[in-house]
């Protein structure tokens, strides 16, 4: 993911299933659905800004060790 | 057990504000509110618990500890049951928070694990009734608390190999923030890994064990136990949940039936509990080695693997099919899917979908995994109103191949009843008490209540017991025991219970042997 790529990493678990997913090619039907996709991209946004996306720091999942 | 009775609990996340234009708050604070709304619309007039059993055996109420509302499914009899009524659940929530919204504010609930800025979690609980032979064996893992090879019993170390190794089935996924380290951020497999710091504990805060070893049957306590289990994450995906208390009860049932795979074992079972979270951490399951008695190394894959093939031997066997063949079958069937990284995991199993749905939306908006845009996206995927949920916009989108495990029309009307099994003997119980104007107290092994001339609190007062939950029928009850509480319901209303003397009252203990054989 985006911010995992920017960490250098340290095992070979972190991110991993990102690049696996990144590597492959995208199949035709994906291809066609990706501007469908994009179009349910901004329906999630008008969901969030309809919350406020302030809703979430209520429930922010920290890690521990 | 053949013919286990399970359940689930979910801890709802809460939200509440008068208005748009007002903050958020926990909505467990309104509970009241909540509860007269529900009181009023099922006519429940006589309850004095803030616990209510719902007409088809659910049950909703406040958790204090945690200030959150919880709800629950009835006894079901088999995963699929259990399926039909957690959708159900949503349903309710969803039904709930838009008839509260016009009565008293918004309401928004998510089914979520997560914890809040008061650090305090809610979890996906799920209880399985289990013989009895759990309490010799975890009465002495409680014994030998700290677990080594030699004084665990492999049967736990078989249940804990597998409940470690399940999530990549019944994970939900979840972004994780590390306040302190910001490179830590991650996306997780299990994200209620992080709040399991034991192999074997009683609590149900604090410190959470992988197997809780509260005795606490809610039935019968010298024929059962119930084995309650708090790691797992709360699911939306059908595959998700149906396996989850599909291949749980499965394993339960081999340890029960004396089978056991002693090869699938841990060789250092102490180890358990940060296998379980490195195992979380690892979203191409192939990077964590878990190290059975053998010595050798395994991927998380092939173990699931072989607690998948033990159960499809031990299902052939003794004859087994329906409900319990399609559970060794779809779960063959993912754990094949998950290998080659299969398209279809990507719409049946919830870390999988979300992982995606994460990406393609970081990708899109440019985003990183820690901006709360994307963690709105990771909260709302779990929200049950299908014109607000990421998962069910997903879902019911028009080229959406997501595969339902149970229909619509299933969910509103057979989740609509009770199950045919002690949560319906509690339903006629409740309209019975509501009927003659008696106030009562409603658990899930017995109901207390108190005749209507008595006006001290607990002077008096009557109790039922229903130990038998696979049951319906008035029989279940135990007539010596609950004599005093049938009499008195009977002599208000004729007829109201009968009870048929040739069972249990005369012999008790064939009646019981004929009971536990047809079961």
Redesign the interface.
């Known amino acids: 993911m985006a911010e995992q790529k920017q960490v250098k990493k340290t095992g070979t678990d972190k991110g991993a299933g990102e690049e696996e997913s990144k590597n492959k090619k995208p199949s035709k039907q994906e291809k066609k659905l990706s501007k469908e996709r994009k179009k349910l991209m901004d329906e999630i946004d008008d969901i969030i800004d309809e919350q406020g996306e302030d809703f979430v720091e209520n429930y922010v999942q920290r890690g521990g060790e | 057990m053949k013919d286990r009775i399970m359940g689930g609990e979910i801890e709802w996340?809460g939200?509440f504000r008068n208005n748009a234009s007002c903050q958020?708050q926990?909505a467990g604070t309104p509970f009241d509110k909540i509860r007269g709304f529900l009181q009023k619309k099922y006519t429940y007039r006589y309850c004095n618990l803030t616990d209510l059993f719902l007409p088809n055996g659910c049950r909703f109420y406040h958790e204090p500890t945690g200030n959150h509302v919880e709800s629950t499914t009835p006894e079901c009899g088999n995963a699929r049951e259990v399926l039909i009524y957690e959708k159900w659940q949503e349903h309710f929530m969803c039904q709930l928070s838009e008839e509260l919204n016009c009565e008293l504010g918004e309401f928004?609930f998510?089914k979520?694990?997560?914890?809040?800025?008061l650090a305090s979690s809610r979890g996906s609980h799920e209880s399985y009734l289990s013989d009895k032979m759990f309490n010799d064996l975890l009465y002495t893992a409680q014994l030998n608390l700290t677990a080594t090879p030699s004084t665990m019993d492999p049967r736990l170390n078989y249940l804990i190999l597998f409940l470690i190794t399940r999530q990549i089935f019944t994970g939900s996924g979840?972004?994780?923030?590390?306040?302190s380290d910001?490179?830590?951020?991650?996306?997780e497999i299990s994200?209620r890994s992080?709040?399991i710091e034991q192999i074997f504990s009683s609590a149900s805060t604090g410190s959470r064990p992988i197997i809780n070893i509260r005795e606490e049957p809610l039935a019968d306590p010298d024929k059962y136990r119930r084995n309650h289990f708090i790691l797992g994450d709360a699911n939306m995906a059908d595959l998700s949940i149906f396996l989850k208390f599909g291949t749980t009860s499965a394993v339960l049932e081999m340890i029960e039936e004396g089978i056991c795979d002693e090869t699938l074992n841990l060789l250092n079972p102490s180890e358990a509990v940060v296998l379980f979270k490195?195992i979380s951490?690892?979203?191409?399951l192939k990077?964590?080695p878990i190290r059975l008695v053998d010595g050798k190394y395994y991927s998380v894959i092939e173990i699931q693997k072989r607690f998948c093939q033990n159960f499809k031997r031990y299902i052939d066997y003794s004859g087994q099919g329906g409900e319990k063949l399609e559970i060794a079958q779809r779960w063959r069937e993912i754990l094949k899917c998950l290998q080659r990284?299969d398209e279809k995991v990507y719409r049946q199993l919830d870390y999988k979908i979300k992982?995606?749905l994460?990406?393609?939306?970081?990708?899109?908006?440019?985003?990183?995994?820690?901006d709360?845009?994307v963690?709105?996206?990771d909260?709302?995927y779990h929200n049950p109103d299908p014109e607000?949920s990421?998962y069910y916009?997903?879902k019911n989108?028009p080229?959406s191949k997501f595969e339902s495990l149970v229909s619509e029309s299933e969910i509103l009307e057979s989740g609509g009843l009770p199950p045919e099994n002690r949560a319906k003997l509690r339903a006629y119980l409740r309209s019975l008490l509501e009927e003659l104007n008696i106030s009562y107290s409603m658990y899930w092994g017995y109901i207390l209540f108190k005749p209507v001339s008595l006006l001290s609190t607990t002077y008096g007062e009557k109790r039922l017991d229903l130990p038998e939950p696979h049951l319906s029928s008035f029989d279940s009850l135990n007539f010596e025991s609950n004599y005093d509480a049938i009499h008195y319901l009977n002599s208000l209303k004729p007829g109201a219970i009968i009870i048929k003397l040739h069972h249990s009252p005369l012999i008790p203990q064939e009646a019981a042997h004929g009971r536990a054989e047809t079961g």
């Open positions: 996340i939200s958020w926990e928004v998510q979520k694990n997560s914890d809040d800025n979840g972004t994780i923030i590390y306040i910001a490179s830590r951020n991650a996306y994200p992080h709040f490195d951490r690892d979203l191409t990077n964590v990284d992982f995606r994460l990406n393609d939306y970081m990708r899109t908006k440019g985003l990183p995994l820690s709360k845009r963690r709105n996206v909260l709302n607000k990421f916009l997903l989108h080229h």
